[in-house]
Nanobody, 127 residues
Framework: VQLQASGGGLVQAGGSLRLSCEVS????????MGWFRQAPGKEREFVAA????????YYADSVKGRFTISRDNFKNTVYLQTNSLKAEDTAVYYC?????????????????????WGQGTLVTVSS
């Protein structure tokens, strides 16, 4: 399984970006998907997660109401729509895939439950 993230860039505060993560192989629909981010000098942190079917989602409190995670199981792609961006959202954003069960927030937020990771895409928000 290979993950390819894209869509990052430089944006002004208050702006939006749509991140995409395309997953190779036929196993996309069997994986829960997550987005994490890592700012310079900080640990990688949970951003959002979506269940296999797309029926359940979880968000970090810091992005709730501003970011939306979605997936297209026909296109093997997971998306992260980021709105009302702030300077503190600046980070490298990583997508990840995991087959953990059940799909619960306390599990989906933990990096070690994800088996596969993409290379990351940089989001820079200027204030």
């Amino acid at each position: 399984v290979q993950l390819q993230a894209s869509g990052g860039g430089l944006v002004q505060a208050g702006g939006s970006l749509r991140l995409s993560c395309e997953v190779s192989g036929r196993t996309f629909s069997t994986n829960n998907m997550g987005w994490f981010r890592q700012a310079p000098g900080k640990e990688r942190e949970f951003v959002a997660a979506i269940s296999r079917s797309g029926g359940s989602t979880y968000y970090a409190d810091s992005v709730k109401g501003r970011f939306t995670i979605s997936r297209d199981n026909f296109k093997n792609t997971v998306y992260l729509q980021t709105n009302s961006l702030k300077a503190e959202d600046t980070a490298v954003y990583y997508c990840a895939a995991g087959r953990f069960t059940p799909f619960q927030a306390v599990v989906a937020m933990i990096r070690t439950f994800y088996n596969y990771w993409g290379q990351g895409t940089l989001v820079t928000v200027s204030s």
